[in-house]
């Protein structure tokens, strides 16, 4: 079983950065792949990108590619996903998410979710 809890959201300003950290329990942190999605009002939960278990390599959606960056410390049971150059199109919920197989960018392949958090870019 594994837990994870998103923080770092918030509201900023167009062109501004956020970090978002996602935390986990558990000793396994470094046996799961990590993916981080989003979902706005009115709008299915996307994807926006992976990591993978040792953090060598990720993949991101062509929306947030140069912007967003993903990373991760298995010493830490943390994931990141640090924003950059935001608008306001990604105003959403996010989420971090766990996984061992199937496609990172697949929502059915992960086992277990954070409770979200919400960030807010303003125009």
């Known amino acids: 079983q594994v837990q994870l809890v998103e923080s770092g959201g918030g509201l900023v300003q167009g062109g501004g950065s956020l970090r978002l950290s996602c935390a986990a329990s558990g000793r396994t942190f470094s046996s799961y792949r990590m993916g981080w999605f989003r979902q706005a009002p009115g709008k299915e939960r996307e994807f926006v990108g992976a990591i993978s278990w040792g953090g060598v390599h990720t993949y991101y959606a062509d929306s947030v590619k140069g912007r967003f960056t993903i990373s991760r410390d298995n010493a830490k049971n943390t994931a990141y996903l640090q924003m950059n150059s935001l608008k306001p199109e990604d105003s959403a919920i996010y989420y971090c998410?766990?996984?061992?197989?199937?496609?990172?960018?697949?929502?059915?392949?992960?086992?277990?979710w954070g409770q979200g958090t919400q960030v807010t870019v303003s125009s």
């Open positions: 998410a766990a996984h061992r197989s199937g496609s990172d960018s697949e929502l059915s392949s992960y086992d277990y």
